[in-house]
């Protein structure tokens, strides 16, 4: 199973290299969280720039389909959708340089969970959303590339157990656990195609 998760990423990667061959500096971006797969999702990403300095962000994602370390067999979708500001405007390369963006967030998702006295695992339902602001940084040439970013922002919704809501965390740091705290980070890779 771990073998053909690890597959996944480098024939993304494989198909993104044959593809942009053929284009040059481009408005749009297909990208993937690769982290996600380590965590219990697969998440893609599409982005469109819209000026220089604007562009669109939006994310789908499915949960349950890849490594699951908490072994509670998750199964649900994500969704998210973000307005990137970038901060330094790069007319040589596009989706270059360092950036801020406002982000909602949404998972919703089932999950086990032990009960003490009942044998079998019982379910419980997760749906959270969050409103998050992000700082991060591009670097993108030709046809490839890596967006690195983090954030915080508040969060309403039923929460998980783990406080792992699949794209976002809750606070639980430090002795404290905080519902409303939303966390998040990630490292995206991909492909930029469509002719300016």
Known sequence: ??????????????????????????KNALKTTFLSYATGSIKLSYERLLTTNHSVEVTGGVIGVALDGLNNHPRGGLFRCAH???????????FNGPYYKSEF???SFGYD???????????KNSTMGTLLA????????????FDSFVGIGGAVGSECDTYYEHGFILWDFFNTKNKHIALTFGMKLGFVFGKN
């Not at 290299?17 to 284009?23: A, M």
């Not at 990137?84 to 596009?94: D, E, F, T, V």
């Not at 969970?113 to 695992?121: A, L």
């Not at 992000?134 to 590339?145: A, D, I, N, P």
């Open 1 to 26: 199973m771990f073998k053909k998760l690890f597959f996944l990423p480098l024939l993304f990667i494989n198909i993104c290299l044959v593809f942009s061959q053929e284009y040059t500096m481009g």
């Open 84 to 94: 990137k500001i970038n901060l330094i405007s790069n007319p040589r390369y596009s």
């Open 105 to 107: 967030a949404l998972s």
């Open 113 to 123: 969970f032990e009960s003490i006295g009942v044998n079998e695992p019982l379910r």
């Open 134 to 145: 992000c700082f991060g940084y591009q670097w993108g040439r030709k046809f490839l590339t």
